[in-house]
Structure formats: structure tokens, C-alpha cells
């Protein structure tokens, strides 16, 4: 019910979307040393992993959370990530946190646009209350040009990717 799988368009043909597919190096995006420290931090995009991160915020951010988590400075968050030019990229997993006990369910939404042009989204509902990290298996969010991630009152903590 609160995880879902969508993907929308055709896309380009089955053979351009082939000739996107490269080799990819799995690694982790942990926000961690040359992050922006405080809430507001500086303004701009942070760079890690051969991948580029904005937000709808300004691209002001607030760090650290507890266990070291990240978000935009404001809600609801948006974090848009792309890769350089011409590349792709694949994310595995995420990490998330509720900011406080008080904070509800949350329906966690992750657009993107595969090469070939194909959206795919995926939705994954959190745990009410839960201040500690959960986690998420992506599937399908794969040879992405771009993705957005939707995290309305969630702190991020560590993406899992291949680029």
C-alpha cells in the first residue's frame, strides 16, 4: 500500500535507452566531511560521489541532525540529484529520519527520468514517530538522468548509488 512503483512513457526506443548503460561503481553518499555545518549553512550545491544535489530551498541546507542526518533549510524538502553530462546514474537505497517523535507517517516520493526519457517513481511510507533511521531498497531506479526526491518532514542520511 505505501510502496509503490510506477513507471510512465515509453521513453525514447529500447535502443537508445542501450546505449546509455555503462559500467557503474557502487558506492555511498554520506553527506559527510566538507557538508555545509548549521541550519541555514551556506548556499549552494553539494557535490559527492560524481553527482551534483540542489534543493527547492534556495539550496540553503541544515546539517547535522541526529546520527549525522542532512535536510533543505525549510518544508516541505525536495532534493534533486543529477549526475554530470552525458552520464547516469542508479540509487539502491536510502536512508531517512523522522526530525522528532511528533512527526507522522510520511509518504517519501522518488521521481525520476531515465535515459531513453521513461519517468519512474517510487513511493515509500515511513514509519510514524520513528526517530531512528530507515531504510529502503529502491528497485527500478535505474539509468537515471535525474531524480527528485520528495521528503516532506524527513531528514536524509545516507543514499546507497552506483555512477
Known amino acids: 500500500m505505501g510502496n509503490r512503483v510506477e513507471r510512465t512513457g515509453q521513453g525514447d526506443s529500447d535502443e537508445r535507452a542501450e546505449s546509455c548503460r555503462r559500467e557503474l561503481t557502487v558506492g555511498r ?3 559527510g566531511a566538507g557538508f555545509p555545518e548549521g541550519c541555514p549553512s551556506e548556499q549552494g ?4 560521489a560524481g553527482l551534483s544535489f540542489t534543493n527547492n530551498r534556495g539550496n540553503r541546507w541544515c546539517s547535522r541532525y541526529d546520527y549525522g542526518f542532512i535536510s533543505s533549510y525549510g ?3 525536495q532534493i534533486k540529484i543529477n549526475p554530470g553530462a552525458d552520464k547516469t546514474f542508479a540509487l539502491l537505497a536510502i536512508t531517512v529520519c523522522h526530525l522528532n517523535a511528533v512527526v507522522r507517517e510520511q509518504f517519501m516520493v522518488l521521481d525520476g527520468v531515465q535515459c531513453g526519457g521513461t519517468h519512474v517513481t517510487i513511493t515509500r ?3 510514524a514517530r520513528l526517530t531512528t533511521p530507515q531504510s529502503f531498497l529502491t528497485p527500478g531506479l535505474d539509468n537515471l538522468y535525474s531524480l527528485t526526491i520528495s521528503l516532506g518532514w524527513l531528514s536524509l542520511g545516507e543514499l546507497v548509488v552506483a555512477s
Open 45 to 48: 550545491p553539494w557535490r559527492e
Open 75 to 77: 518544508w516541505p524538502s
Open 125 to 127: 511510507r515511513t514509519r
Open 29 to 31: 553518499v554520506l553527506f
